[in-house]
């Protein structure tokens, strides 16, 4: 997005939508979390409508006037599950098997929505926000058809599955056993495309310079949850099992911390490691408001 000269507060999504900082989707998805039901939204943007409407308001308004069911529906099930995803655990272990009980509960809800909140539960809105992904990947040079790729935090396998005709081989990973099994069965035409369970402690599992990328979209921040202790094994394992020239990309690296300490726990990583740091805090998606992060594996 294009955020304008004077920004709104991070607590107005409606105005950062408006102001072009963030897009509809991304809005919605921050007032459902706020706990603003579907009605609650409606008399929200009412109040907030000039004349003549503003094109932006206008595209926020025919969203929820798209998906208002499902607003209401979404609302109901943030409400009812009542997460902090910002909340540290106080023991990796509970706190992974928490986590994994929270998606078992969402993909069950609404598959699209258990992975982005921000698709309203719509494929259509998925797809072009996982379509993006792909795209600046490409941009970045990270995906070639002989590449091996880990999928960390797969969810339902939106990315495998877009991933499966661009690379020789695709492992998706994640807690959620009701996640994987969306994912299996999302991905079955592509023999090439497996699954399997972790437990998200670390990635001692993978075979050492086995992988050509190692991709973590919106996952980290749940590793992040689990302390510093996981985080460390998990870079640590992505740096091992990575070949020369590849490369970790992090999409969205912890919620509420802030872009500048994430930056500089990038740093960090890429100093502890030895890793090239070629992509840091950059919001390169415009559906999307994820934060990237790329680091690169030079010997």
Same mark, same amino acid.
């Given at each position: ?29 921050? +007032?459902? +979390? ?85 698709? +309203? ?120 099992? +990575? ?57």
């Amino acid at each position: 997005m294009h955020p304008t000269a004077s920004m709104p507060s991070e607590n107005d999504p409606i105005g950062l939508c408006m102001a072009g900082a963030i897009s509809p989707e991304v809005a919605l998805s921050r +007032l459902l +979390l706020g706990h603003v039901t579907g009605d609650g939204i409606a008399a929200m943007l009412e109040h907030r409508r000039s004349e003549p409407p503003s094109p932006r308001w206008q595209a926020l308004a025919a969203l929820v006037e798209a998906r208002r069911p499902e607003l209401e529906q979404l609302s109901a099930e943030v409400v009812r599950t009542g997460s902090n995803h910002a909340l540290p655990a106080t023991d990796p272990l509970a706190g992974a098997a928490e986590i994994a009980g929270f998606f078992d509960h969402a993909v069950a809800n609404s598959p699209e929505a258990s992975v982005a909140l921000y698709s +309203l539960g719509d494929p259509v809105i998925l797809a072009t926000a996982t379509a993006e992904i792909l795209e600046w990947l490409d941009t970045r040079n990270l995906l070639r058809e002989d590449a091996d790729v880990l999928d960390l935090g797969c969810g339902i396998g939106r990315l495998a599955a877009a991933l499966a005709p661009r690379a020789r081989s695709v492992l998706g990973l994640d807690v959620s056993k009701g996640m994987l099994a969306e994912a299996r069965a999302r991905c079955a035409p592509w023999p090439h495309v497996r699954f399997a369970h972790t437990a998200g402690q670390d990635l001692d599992a993978l075979e050492p310079r086995s992988l050509d990328l190692v991709l973590a979209v919106d996952s980290f921040p749940y590793i992040v949850r689990l302390g510093p202790t996981v985080v460390a094994r998990h870079v640590a394992g992505a740096v091992r099992a +990575l070949r020369p020239g590849g490369a970790l990309v992090v999409l969205n690296l912890s919620y509420g911390k802030g872009v500048a300490a994430d930056v500089t726990e990038a740093r960090g990583w890429a100093l502890t490691h030895g890793l090239s740091l070629e992509v840091a805090g950059e919001r390169p998606f415009t559906l999307w408001d994820g934060v990237a992060y790329v680091l690169c594996r030079r010997v």
